[in-house]
Every structure is written in structure tokens, then in C-alpha cells.
Nanobody, 124 residues
Framework: QVQLVESGGGLVQAGDSLRLSCAASGRTFGAYAMGWFRQAPGKEREFVAA????????SYADSVKGRFIISRDNAKTMVYLQMNSLKPEDTAAYYCAASLRSAIARAPYDNPYWGQGTQVTVSS
């Protein structure tokens, strides 16, 4: 089992950048596919980005493609989400997720492990 703790959220202005971090516990971190999701008030949780266990494969939601970059450091058991050119519509709680399947499922609750979330607020 893996435990996840997100950090790095905050209040920024439109156009700014922010990097989220997800610290994972557990000696088998390298076996997990990892992903980021977000949930805005009154909306469903949605997929943002995913990275394979090796870091060689990534995928993104169309809404963030070209602006966000997901990466991982298996030696440090960390996953990152670099968010550039932030927009007010990126405002949400961001969650880190993990799965022992070959890839993160885009349906949020098909992934069994979650962090507590970190808030990102983008002002216009």
C-alpha cells in the first residue's frame, strides 16, 4: 500500500507557474502508475495528467496539454506537476493518485490510492 501527501498549492495570478509535489511512502513506489486529478467546487473530480511507473509514458487532459508537465523521481518517491500559464479555470483542489495497474485510470475512482489534496487558486 502507498500513502500520498501533496504540497505546493497556493494563490497565484493568471499566467503564473506553480509546481505541485506528491510525496509517496512505501518501498514499492516504482511499481505504481501515478496521476494528478483536480476537483473544482460543485464539479466532478477530473483527470489532469498521468505518468507510467518508469516515467517514460505520460498523458494529459486536453485542457492542460502544452501547459502542464508531469514527472516522477522514483529514487525520491516523488511525483511532480509543473503548471505553467495558469488560468482561472485551473482553480481546484489537486489530488495525487496511484495505481498498481499498468496505467492510471481516467475515471477517478478506479484508482485506489489518493492523497488529501492541495488547493490551487488562480486569480484573473
Amino acid at each position: 500500500q502507498v500513502q500520498l501527501v501533496e504540497s505546493g498549492g497556493g494563490l497565484v495570478q493568471a499566467g503564473d507557474s506553480l509546481r505541485l509535489s506528491c510525496a509517496a511512502s512505501g518501498r514499492t513506489f516504482g511499481a505504481y502508475a501515478m496521476g494528478w486529478f483536480r476537483q473544482a467546487p460543485g464539479k466532478e473530480r477530473e483527470f489532469v495528467a498521468a505518468v507510467s511507473w518508469s516515467g517514460s509514458n505520460t498523458s494529459y487532459a486536453d485542457s492542460v496539454k502544452g501547459r502542464f508537465i508531469i514527472s516522477r523521481d522514483n529514487a525520491k518517491t516523488m511525483v511532480y506537476l509543473q503548471m505553467n500559464s495558469l488560468k482561472p479555470e485551473d482553480t481546484a483542489a489537486y489530488y495525487c493518485a496511484a495505481s498498481l495497474r499498468s496505467a492510471i485510470a481516467r475515471a477517478p475512482y478506479d484508482n485506489p490510492y489518493w492523497g488529501q489534496g492541495t488547493q490551487v487558486t488562480v486569480s484573473s
